[in-house]
Nanobody, 122 residues
Framework: QVQLVESGGGLVQAGGSLRLSCVAS????????AGWFRQAPGKEREFVAA????????YYADSVKGRFTGSRDNAKNTVYLRMNSLKPEDTAVYYC???????????????WGQGTQVTVSS
């Protein structure tokens, strides 16, 4: 089992920045790929970023490419999502996930955090 706890969400003005963190406990997190997803009210959960177990390969949704940066520190069992140039449409609950594959597909992740709210005001 892997337990994931996200933090770092909050209210920010458009153009601002936030850094989300996801701390893992339980089984060896460094052997898992990590994903970031988000879900806005009334919408389906969508892919944001995927980070390989080593952090060498990172993939982004087109909507966040160039603005968001994913990273991880396996020594701290932590995954990060740095979000710059935030837009109101980035408002959502952000979730981190862990799985065996670095993938955009949420169904392939085995473990999920509880989510952290990000609200971007215009």
């Amino acid at each position: 089992q892997v337990q994931l706890v996200e933090s770092g969400g909050g209210l920010v003005q458009a153009g601002g920045s936030l850094r989300l963190s996801c701390v893992a406990s339980g089984r060896t997190f460094s052997s898992y790929a990590a994903g970031w997803f988000r879900q806005a009210p009334g919408k389906e959960r969508e892919f944001v970023a995927a980070i390989s177990w080593s952090g060498d390969s990172i993939y982004y949704a087109d909507s966040v490419k160039g603005r968001f940066t994913g990273s991880r520190d396996n020594a701290k069992n932590t995954v990060y999502l740095r979000m710059n140039s935030l837009k109101p449409e980035d408002t959502a609950v952000y979730y981190c996930a862990a799985g065996r594959s670095t993938t955009v597909w949420d169904s392939l992740y085995d473990y999920w955090g509880q989510g952290t709210q990000v609200t971007v005001s215009s």
